[in-house]
């Protein structure tokens, strides 16, 4: 620390502003002056001049104490004032550095409202990410419904074929079973109406033959049923794997639509998580700029 010795008179107290005026625009000078010193027009002053800490208040690092000398003991005049200066009396030199207080504070506040607004546009900016955020995992959330549904209309669709085509089986086991049958009694009254033909009496034939001719009818045209049923259960089985396949491509699109919906998560959650680390950031920042203006203004 730098230590300077100066008479205080209303004739040098323009001198002093001269020599500690170049400190003031890097460094600011708290005084203690008490009526009694300012009243003396023999006063000296003693400043001190210390090295900024960002520790301390502001005006707390630098300061001057004034103390009273006597004609014999005081020290002489280190500074010759200059020709053609003004004179200016401590009270003059106590309001300069009052002065001086308050444009740094100003600057301060000046400061701290931008230090604010920056707050808030970064803050509107976050806001409307998480928003977009926000929207997209919505989007993705009823496209996966949509998904749902569409399979489980799918796998009801699949379900009634699979109860449909069984019942046509049961159907054809039953025409197939009743068929074998009838063709052993065919075969029989096949071989009754030959004989009969043969000795012409086909015209008297009883009646349980002629039933069974017609029974031979019924037979084939059976016969021509099942062979459409048979062709309609090859299409129904085409049909149904047809379907099977578009279960198994809807099933691939839920799946990516899940990993979709768990990365919007996972990004949804980044964006609050340095919302909240920005908004800290700058409230610390703020909190500080403020607490220092409320000890310079102590």
Avoid at 205 to 210: D, G, K, M, N, R
């Amino acid at each position: 620390m730098n230590s300077v010795k100066l008479p205080i008179t209303d004739s040098n107290a323009s001198d002093f502003i001269h020599l500690i005026a170049p400190s003031f625009e890097k460094k600011e000078i708290s005084l203690a002056v008490s009526k009694s010193e300012l009243k003396n027009s023999s006063s000296s002053i003693t400043c001190f001049i210390g090295e900024e800490d960002d520790e301390t208040p502001i005006f707390a690092s630098k300061f001057c104490c004034l103390r009273e000398f006597s004609d014999d003991d005081a020290p002489p005049n280190l500074i010759d004032r200059p020709d053609g200066l003004s004179e200016m009396q401590p009270i003059e030199l106590v309001r300069s550095i009052t002065t001086i207080y308050h444009e740094s504070e100003k600057q301060l506040r000046e400061e701290i409202m931008k230090l604010r607004a920056e707050c808030k546009e970064k803050s509107e900016k976050v806001s409307l990410t998480i928003t977009y955020q926000y929207l997209k995992a919505y989007q993705l959330q009823l496209l996966l419904d949509e998904a749902h549904l569409e399979k489980i209309k799918l796998l009801n669709e699949n379900i009634a074929k699979d109860i449909v085509i069984k019942q046509k089986l049961e159907q054809i086991d039953q025409m197939t079973a009743s068929s074998l049958e009838l063709n052993d009694l065919l075969k029989a009254q096949t071989i009754a109406i030959k004989y009969l033909q043969s000795d012409g009496n086909s015209s008297q034939l009883p009646a349980s033959i002629l039933n069974e001719q017609a029974m031979l009818n019924l037979i084939n045209s059976k016969n021509v049923e099942i062979e459409r049923l048979n062709q309609l259960l090859v299409e129904n089985e085409e049909n149904l794997k047809i379907e099977r396949n578009k279960c198994r491509d809807m099933e691939e699109i839920i799946k990516v639509l899940n990993e979709q919906n768990i990365e919007s998560d996972q990004i949804l959650r980044d964006a609050q998580n340095e919302y909240r680390f920005q908004i800290d950031k700058l409230e610390k920042k703020i909190q500080s700029f403020v607490d220092r203006t409320e000890v310079n203004n102590i």
